[in-house]
């Protein structure tokens, strides 16, 4: 196992179980002890975990696993996800997209579609994620409009109250959102309170509201709201919902969609 794959591992056993011993680790990753305690020091280094004698906890119950060691948790889930969300698009259509795994793939799928390979232009991506960013600026039929703010590590996205000048000054047919978290009573949220205000303007701006969203997140709550339930229209997740969770969505006046 390659030491990346190594910390995936330790950091998605860490965020399942809060707290994780060396000898344990060690036995479910078929390492020695030592090269455990070795990983664990490194994260710890990067301030992804906190060090305990024998083992590791993680931060907090604000705790967030860094974007790219997400990207293949529910990865299949995600895909069909985007998939029908990029669907739910129309060409020349002014689009906001924020940070996350589900999203990303949202802008994946969008650069493949067919009907999408020219136009002036096929669609125009606002986004405050740099990653997303990168990867459609290089497709000439979209046109990419960054916000300004400054870079958070963990998600790639842009923050702060530089990006207000821009979200500002433009409206949007639709925002897309990858959340943490979403709830009937307690509405959609994110980790962090400056991220959640970032994708409550982009809410703001848009005409309708798609929430991307893997049968993990529903019925969470998280710490920083970004709006409430009635904001959003359209809620995209996987067959494995819960059947109940569906339901309450739905007497929400949400539209539901499981792939």
């Known amino acids: 196992m390659s030491r990346d794959a190594r910390w995936k591992a330790l950091l998605d056993l860490l965020v399942e179980r809060g707290r994780l011993d060396v000898e344990e680790a060690a036995a479910e990753l078929e390492v020695s002890a030592a090269t455990i305690r070795r990983d664990l020091d490194q994260l710890a280094a990067q301030q992804m975990l906190v060090r305990t004698r024998g083992g590791a906890v993680v931060h907090g119950v604000s705790y967030e696993l860094p974007l790219r060691y997400k990207t293949a948790r529910n990865a299949s889930e995600k895909q069909r996800i985007a998939g029908a969300v990029a669907n739910l698009l129309a060409p020349g259509e002014a689009v906001g997209l924020t940070g996350g795994t589900t999203t990303t793939e949202v802008a994946r799928a969008l650069a493949v579609r067919g009907d999408l390979t020219s136009g002036t232009p096929a669609l125009t991506v606002v986004t405050n ?117 569906v339901r309450g969505f739905e007497e929400a006046g949400l539209r539901v969609l499981t792939v």
């Open 129 to 245: 994620a740099l990653n997303i960013a990168n990867e459609l600026a290089v497709r000439p039929q979209f046109k990419i409009v960054l916000t300004g703010g400054v870079a958070r590590p963990q998600s790639y996205e842009l923050i702060g109250p530089l990006a207000d000048g821009v979200l500002s000054q433009i409206t949007l047919d639709v925002a897309v959102l990858g959340v943490v978290a979403l709830d009937v009573r307690h509405g959609a949220a994110a980790h962090d309170e400056a991220e959640a205000a970032i994708n409550r303007l982009l809410c703001e701006r848009a005409e309708r509201v798609i929430v991307a969203a893997d049968s993990s997140k529903l019925g969470r709550r998280a710490f920083a709201r970004i709006c409430a339930v009635d904001t959003v229209d359209t809620l995209v997740t996987d067959t494995a919902a819960d059947p109940e969770l």
